[in-house]
């Protein structure tokens, strides 16, 4: 029996968009499940779905939406932009391409994979800025209905300010109870840019933590679901990732109970400014 719940709350964008708080994230490298995409879309009634070029998984994605029968326009699909496409021309083109592997029309939001270019004998900043004018071209046509960045620090958002365009709607970032970029997360709100939260169960090194499983115990549910609530708390659009259909009904599972402000504090204090998340191959063979 296939049930759809309406109970995932929605945050908005600046521009009046309104993208679920809650979605299925997919990665490269055994990264990706038909079976959990259909799981999260046909049993969860989950409707936001985060994926990349870099992952190699948007064709299959799309074929998994068309497999679902959930019709397009109840869907939020994100995937991003490689650094290797980066520059005014390509990047249009490699959103275009995008598009078509997904076997959609638009999207509903397209973001900057890294701030690093590493484009030989040009600077970052001045590729950076010539993608971001790409950007907001393709969103001034429709062809994105959000655009944003992923793994921008402060000053790589000042620069896009600093331009006078459209400011990002989004910056996705890791974000977990071992990494908390707090001042990132506070500068983001002041600027009504929407922190999204990625690799919340800190790549499973969460789940075993003994404060996380006492209030697993305490709440009666799973570690996962406990880290999933906390970040959801903090107002972080969050994107758990699993392979695995029952991780994702699971993961599925935490709009029903509310963290104290209490065990919020003691998850909060976990932070060590673990990054698991890190760039270690040469972007322009990408």
């Given at each position: 029996?296939v049930?759809?719940?309406?109970?995932?709350?929605t945050?908005?964008?600046?521009n009046?968009r309104?993208?679920?708080?809650?979605?299925?994230g997919?990665?490269h490298?055994g990264?990706?499940?038909h079976?959990?995409?259909l799981?999260?879309?046909q049993e969860?009634g989950m409707r936001h779905i985060?994926?990349a070029?870099?992952y190699?998984?948007?064709?299959a994605l799309?074929?998994a939406v068309?497999?679902s029968?959930?019709?397009?326009?109840?869907l939020w699909?994100t995937?991003k932009?490689?650094p290797?496409?980066?520059?005014?021309?390509?990047?249009?083109q490699?959103c275009?391409?995008s598009?078509?592997?997904?076997?959609?029309?638009y999207?509903?939001?397209?973001l900057?994979h890294?701030?690093?270019?590493?484009v030989?004998?040009?600077?970052s900043?001045e590729?950076?800025a010539e993608?971001?004018?790409?950007?907001?071209?393709?969103?001034?046509?429709?062809?994105?209905r959000?655009i944003g960045v992923?793994?921008f620090?402060?000053?790589?958002?000042?620069?896009?300010?600093?331009?006078?365009?459209i400011?990002?709607h989004v910056?996705q970032?890791e974000?977990?109870p071992?990494?908390?970029?707090?001042?990132?997360v506070?500068?983001?709100?002041?600027?009504s840019i929407i922190?999204e939260g990625y690799?919340?169960?800190?790549?499973?090194?969460?789940l075993?933590?003994?404060?996380i499983?006492e209030?697993?115990q305490k709440y009666?549910?799973?570690?996962?679901?406990?880290?999933?609530?906390?970040?959801?708390?903090?107002?972080?659009v969050?994107?758990p990732?699993?392979?695995k259909?029952?991780?994702?009904?699971?993961?599925c599972q935490?709009?029903?109970f509310?963290?104290?402000a209490?065990d919020?504090?003691?998850?909060?204090?976990l932070?060590?400014?673990?990054?698991l998340?890190?760039?270690?191959?040469?972007?322009?063979?990408?």
């Amino acid at each position: 029996m296939v049930t759809v719940p309406s109970s995932c709350p929605t945050v908005p964008l600046s521009n009046g968009r309104n993208i679920p708080i809650l979605g299925l994230g997919t990665s490269h490298v055994g990264g990706y499940s038909h079976e959990a995409v259909l799981c999260a879309l046909q049993e969860c009634g989950m409707r936001h779905i985060d994926t990349a070029k870099r992952y190699g998984c948007e064709e299959a994605l799309g074929k998994a939406v068309v497999d679902s029968g959930v019709p397009r326009e109840e869907l939020w699909l994100t995937t991003k932009l490689w650094p290797g496409d980066y520059g005014y021309q390509s990047t249009k083109q490699a959103c275009r391409d995008s598009c078509a592997r997904l076997g959609v029309d638009y999207l509903d939001l397209y973001l900057m994979h890294w701030p690093d270019c590493m484009v030989p004998g040009v600077s970052s900043r001045e590729v950076r800025a010539e993608t971001w004018r790409a950007l907001e071209e393709l969103y001034d046509e429709g062809l994105c209905r959000a655009i944003g960045v992923s793994n921008f620090l402060i000053h790589h958002l000042d620069e896009l300010k600093d331009r006078g365009g459209i400011v990002p709607h989004v910056n996705q970032v890791e974000f977990h109870p071992f990494q908390q970029p707090l001042e990132l997360v506070e500068y983001c709100r002041k600027e009504s840019i929407i922190f999204e939260g990625y690799c919340p169960l800190a790549k499973g090194q969460a789940l075993t933590h003994p404060s996380i499983m006492e209030l697993a115990q305490k709440y009666g549910h799973s570690a996962s679901q406990i880290c999933i609530r906390w970040s959801i708390q903090n107002g972080v659009v969050t994107i758990p990732k699993s392979t695995k259909p029952e991780r994702v009904h699971e993961n599925c599972q935490v709009f029903g109970f509310k963290l104290t402000a209490e065990d919020m504090d003691r998850i909060s204090d976990l932070h060590t400014n673990q990054k698991l998340i890190h760039l270690t191959y040469p972007i322009w063979k990408g």
